[in-house]
């Protein structure tokens, strides 16, 4: 993690408890944040997650964060929200069949998603993968 990111951490772990929510920061997915997978609320015009990727094969969300990026969305991120990953915190193990569907994936991804996302949304210099 960046030194960039610690610091926001920090400021967000210290905000005060609300009633209410509010907007705590506006960022958008560049550097720092060039490698952030954020969920978000969106409408119906956002562009679609894409449903040829799956979670198990790993970078299914960054696809949709390229996106985004390209298209030169801001992250509003709020002050008094968080979210709990069920079951909790993942711990590393090693998984044979996983990593091979990480390389099958990633490998569909740029063969085959970004140079479509390219054509269908242009691209821009500070948009990482």
């Known amino acids: 993690m960046t030194h960039n990111l610690v610091v926001y951490l920090q400021k967000w772990k210290r905000t005060k ?3 209410v929510m509010s907007v705590f920061h506006i960022a958008k997915r560049k550097a720092p944040f060039d490698k952030w997978e954020p ?16 979670w ?7 696809t949709q964060m390229h996106i985004l990026c390209v298209l ?3 992250f509003h991120i709020l002050d008094n929200a968080f979210l ?7 711990k590393h193990s090693k998984d044979k069949a996983r990593d091979e569907l990480i390389q099958q994936q990633t ?3 740029n063969k085959h998603i970004l140079p479509e996302y390219k054509k269908l949304y242009g691209n821009r210099s500070k948009c990482a993968m």
Do not use: C, Q, W
């Open 107 to 109: 490998a569909f991804i």
């Open 72 to 74: 030169d969305y801001e």
């Open 17 to 19: 408890e609300k009633s």
């Open 56 to 62: 198990e094969g790993k970078g299914d969300k960054m």
């Open 39 to 54: 969920i978000y609320v969106g409408t119906n015009a956002e562009p679609l997650y894409d449903e040829r990727l799956s």
């Open 84 to 90: 709990v990953h069920r079951p909790g915190i993942k």
